[in-house]
């Protein structure tokens, strides 16, 4: 039984090695079966030799039974013949092979078990090796999959990870309060240098401006005439004054009356 104690502490030591080092599983594993069935074809060996040995000792066993047997019909035949001298002889003989039977039977009865018993650890090893041959690929997919979920892992472990935005986050925040603060000074700065008085017709203007827009738009919407009336001219106070009619002579008069007809036609 040695030979599968060594065999077993092999093959969980190659194992144990394979899932410590994990650089390339599907390699391992074939290694590991590979390290498998080197050990199974030692162990055959073994257990031929054992064989052997159990089927030498029966032999050997069958011979000492067969010899035990020929001195006694020797020791029948000397009996026959009157001469118990050889009979006693015979039988001396007779017994010595009895005995060395016996012995033997003893040595090949434990040799017969201890054989049978590395049979049935073969027979069970080299099942434990083809289940492990048919699970390779389960495993290997298996640790295929584990691989991946661990990559995706530690990828959204990285996106997760918020310290760079974070980073850019503040120094943009850091550029926009500095350009608030450089418009603040610059109004302060404006406030306390100047005259007053430009600066509030200069707030004045505009406004001014943005009403005339306005007007303006306002009469584009509704179809009316954006340019001030030529035939009316302001007076202070908001009066109007009406345009005199010029004086027609009689050349005049008579091109007037002209015109008046061809618009009337």
């Known amino acids: 039984m040695g030979i599968f104690s060594k065999l077993s502490a092999l093959v969980r030591s190659n194992i144990n090695d394979a899932i410590a080092k994990a650089e390339n599983p599907e390699k391992m594993l074939n290694q590991v079966l590979l390290d498998m069935r080197e050990q199974l074809a030692k162990a055959k060996q073994e257990v031929a030799v054992a ?4 089927r030498k000792l029966r032999a050997q066993l069958e011979e000492e039974q067969k010899l035990a047997h020929d001195w ?3 020791a029948i035949l000397a009996v026959r013949e009157g001469r118990d001298d050889l009979a006693k002889q015979a039988l001396v003989r007779q017994q010595e092979h009895t005995d060395r039977a016996i012995s033997l039977d003893e040595t090949w009865q434990r040799q017969n078990a201890e054989t049978e018993r590395l049979k049935d650890s073969l027979r069970q090893l080299n099942e434990k090796i083809e289940e492990a041959k048919r699970k390779k690929n389960l495993l290997v997919a298996k640790q295929k999959r584990a691989q991946a979920q661990k990559r995706i892992h530690e990828t959204m472990a990285g996106l997760n990870d918020r310290s760079a935005f974070d980073t850019f986050e503040r120094m943009a925040e850091r550029i926009e309060e500095t350009e608030r603060r450089a ?22 203007k505009p406004a001014t401006e943005s009403v005339d827009m306005q007007l303006l738009q306002l009469k584009e919407r509704m179809g009316l005439p ?4 030529k035939d009316r001219a302001a007076l202070p106070g908001g009066s109007t004054t009406q345009k005199p009619t010029p004086q027609l002579t009689g050349d005049d008069n008579g ?3 002209d015109a008046e007809l061809e618009e009337e036609a």
Do not use: C, N, W, Y
Not at 185 to 193: F, G, K, P, Q, Y
Not at 226 to 229: I, L, N, Q, V, Y
């Open 183 to 204: 418009i603040a000074s610059a109004e302060v700065t404006e406030v306390l240098s100047g005259d007053p008085l430009e600066q509030e017709f200069r707030k004045l």
């Open 226 to 229: 954006t340019g001030a009336p």
């Open 255 to 257: 091109l007037v009356k």
């Open 72 to 74: 006694e019909q020797r």
């Open 51 to 54: 064989i052997a040995d159990e």
